[in-house]
């Protein structure tokens, strides 16, 4: 039937002169064959695979069964590669809700040497792209303290988005996704600054399994892009000897036009891509070929004041700018036998992949696990503190994190009697809220800056001059919730 349809179109390949009457039959007749030959040349793509096996042909069309996670777009039919199973499409062409979404949410981190802190309102979901966008802080409000981190973000001029996945749920497979770079000067492709913007898998907070695969697009020039794997352990600064970087180039403008970059990852090689041409491998040695489960992020942002890397002409910058995100795509390897979980889900990660996997605190996760891998041995003095948190995670179970809470801190001295930092209570309207964290700084206890953060893994912190004061007292009362229900 193929043969006769190619046949039929076949007898109709030519183009009448416009200037030519043509009679409505043959018009019909056109128009009939026209939509057969958009078909058949579908016909005809499907049939450059007749040499695979069924199962890849069946791969191919895995959208009709329904097998594909994310936001796939039903209308369109997916490339396959041999080997690989698409498993995870994002289109971006709608909005996604990135506290509520079971694969994605932001991160609330910022690098150290970078100048911009990452906030969710920097990720925006419109003409079918996402698009991340750093630019002078508007004004948000942002703690110190950073679930993605692990630690506390110095003050940043800068505010950008990273768009990441909630756990550390994929390994071994192909990666792509469909970008285009920010202008460092509006409507001016051309123009050199600094900027990284990125794709990339990473494991952990560095502290135990530091595993890194990039592919970063970067300022310098409007074609050059950084690829980059990095395997370490129980280290906490990057240094030359656990990285592996190479420069190359797209062919084109990054900033003037969509390309797409990839990377597959497989236990014994990295391969990566650029518009589908293969433009460097590495098969281990050093570092050797990350072995552990990873999350994938995307980002942009901008290096400090020495523009050490993303491009030298950090002045040039003008703000803001924005790269967009097209589409992603994740083929899972056919010989990956435990990420992802069914379904996406945590069903198979282990208390390792678990490890200090928070994003930020809106994401629901607590963070579990040590820091940098040692053991910490409580003291006794935290034991009531330890015993009162657990009772606030009791009685927070099926409460709304949300609503109606407010915190007093109060700290008294007999040394500084009489003085105006202590001893006082912090008024209501100076208690902040971010997410399900709330915090207080400022008068009347300007040394300290207190936390409590809500849900299964509520806990409590403080911040600030801990030189010890005589006969010093503190107490902190956090109460309300819904219908004064804590």
């Not at 043959?26 to 049939?47: C, D, E, F, H």
């Not at 590669?81 to 932001?106: H, K, N, Q, R």
């Not at 709330?438 to 008068?443: Q, R, T, V």
């Amino acid at each position: 039937a193929q043969a006769n349809l190619l046949q039929a179109v076949d007898s109709f390949g030519f183009v009448p002169s416009p200037f030519e009457p043509m009679a409505p039959q043959m018009l019909a007749t056109m128009l009939v064959a026209v939509s057969w030959s958009t078909v058949l040349g579908q016909l005809r793509g499907l049939s450059a695979h007749t040499n695979e096996t069924n199962s890849t042909e069946q791969r191919a069309l895995g959208l009709a069964s329904g097998h594909i996670s994310g936001h796939p777009d039903p209308s369109k039919q997916y490339p396959s590669y041999p080997g690989f199973t698409l498993a995870l499409v994002e289109e971006f062409d709608s909005p996604l809700d990135l506290d509520s979404d079971p694969i994605w949410t932001w991160s609330d981190g910022g690098l150290f040497e970078g100048d911009v802190r990452f906030v969710k309102q920097q990720i925006r979901f419109e003409d079918g792209k996402m698009k991340i966008t750093a630019t002078k802080n508007p004004g948000y409000s942002t703690q110190a303290c950073s679930h993605a981190e692990v630690g506390t973000v110095d003050h940043k001029p800068l505010v950008s988005g990273e768009f990441r996945s909630r756990r550390n749920i994929f390994r071994y497979g192909r990666y792509e996704v469909r970008m285009k770079a920010p202008d460092v000067q509006p409507g001016n492709p051309d123009v050199d600054g600094n900027f990284v913007a990125t794709m990339f898998i990473f494991r952990d907070a560095k502290f135990r399994h530091w595993r890194e695969i990039e592919i970063e697009v970067t300022g310098d020039s409007p074609n050059s892009v950084t690829t980059n794997v990095l395997r370490a352990d129980n280290t906490e600064f990057w240094r030359p000897q656990i990285a592996s970087v190479r420069q190359t180039n797209v062919q084109g403008n990054a900033r003037a036009e969509f390309h797409t970059y990839g990377f597959e990852w497989l236990p014994d090689r990295i391969t990566w891509y650029i518009d589908g041409v293969p433009v460097r491998s590495h098969y281990g040695g050093n570092p050797p070929i990350p072995d552990k489960s990873a999350k994938v992020m995307m980002n942009l942002w901008i290096f400090g004041p020495k523009a050490n890397f993303g491009g030298r002409q950090i002045d040039n910058n003008r703000y803001p700018m924005t790269s967009e995100y097209d589409w992603f795509r994740f083929y899972k390897w056919d010989g990956e036998t435990t990420y992802p979980c069914q379904g996406f889900s945590t069903s198979c990660l282990t208390s390792d992949d678990r490890y200090l996997d928070g994003n930020n605190p809106c994401d629901g996760q607590p963070m579990l696990g040590t820091w940098k891998g040692q053991a910490d041995a409580p003291h006794p003095a935290d034991e009531d503190h330890q015993l009162h948190s657990r009772r606030g995670a009791a009685l927070l179970e099926g409460l709304d994190p949300y609503r109606g809470f407010k915190m007093t801190y109060k700290a008294s001295s007999h040394l500084l009697r009489g003085h105006s930092l202590m001893p006082g209570e912090a008024p209501s309207s100076q208690i902040q809220r971010q997410g399900a964290c709330f915090w207080g700084g400022g008068p009347p206890f300007l040394l300290r800056r207190e936390q409590v953060c809500l849900g299964a893994g509520f806990h409590h912190s403080g911040s600030g001059d801990r030189r010890p004061l005589p006969s010093l007292r503190q107490s902190l009362n956090f109460g309300g919730g819904p219908k004064g229900g804590l």
